[in-house]
């Protein structure tokens, strides 16, 4: 990625990419939701399988078109530990976030439901940010460590990281500032109240720079 003819193909693939992850975590959670009868442990399972397994999925299909990022914190923490190029934060960055909103609007589209919603689902508090600050830190290690190393593992990895992440934390693991904006425009089961958008986002900040941290120390032992 030398000009900047050649990023149109990257920011392609990280805008789809983006945009099939949020299709699949919004209308997971509501295809579970309408089938679960009202159980919501039956339906954040179906809502993590299907997500880890999309994830997965376009992992595979685009990474060799961009990496694979699909998330702002991501982005950055590789670009920040020299595993990709800085000029990329910002273009990455935006095509995720504008991605994750069509791909939002796509899963509502799909379920005949308005496409264009704020959520009212309240997500705040200590609990949740330090669920968030844990997701995004061990997202962010794996990652950073997985890449270093050159893991043909690493899809897989961050898939199932995913899938447990939904569950040993408390707030259900967004781990990802373009989901969670995106999630905001959701009045669905995997809506966040846009209010409460902004201490998640800076919990996963605050978890990719512990995450960039650690894995520097691990490097360098």
């Known amino acids: 990625m030398t000009t900047s003819r050649s990023l149109a193909a990257p920011l392609l693939a990280e805008f789809v990419g983006t945009a099939l992850l949020l299709a699949a975590v919004v209308g997971s959670g509501i295809m579970a939701e309408r089938l679960s009868g009202g159980n919501v442990g039956v339906a954040l399972l179906a809502n993590a399988i299907a997500t880890g397994g999309a994830l997965y999925a376009l992992i595979i299909m685009l990474g060799p078109v961009s990496g694979a990022h699909f998330n702002p ?4 923490a590789l670009a920040v530990a020299g ?15 504008v991605g994750g909103i069509v791909g939002v609007w796509l899963a509502h589209l799909m379920f005949d439901l308005p496409i264009l919603q704020a959520s009212t689902k309240l997500r705040s508090g200590i609990g949740q940010w330090a669920g968030e600050i844990t997701a995004t830190f061990g997202l962010a290690l794996l990652i950073l460590i997985g890449a270093r190393r050159g893991s043909a593992a690493l899809p897989a990895a961050v898939a199932c990281y995913i899938v447990g992440a939904y569950w040993f934390t408390s707030s259900t693991s967004f781990a990802n500032p373009a ?20 201490g998640f986002i800076i919990a996963q900040l605050v978890g990719t720079g512990v995450a960039l941290l650690v894995a520097r120390r691990l490097r360098d032992a």
């Open 73 to 76: 914190a991501v982005t950055v």
């Open 83 to 97: 595993l990709a190029e800085r000029r990329c934060v910002l273009p990455y960055a935006l095509v995720q976030i």
């Open 179 to 198: 989901v969670t904006i995106a999630r905001a425009l959701s009045d669905t089961f995997a809506g966040i109240a846009p209010a409460h958008a902004p």
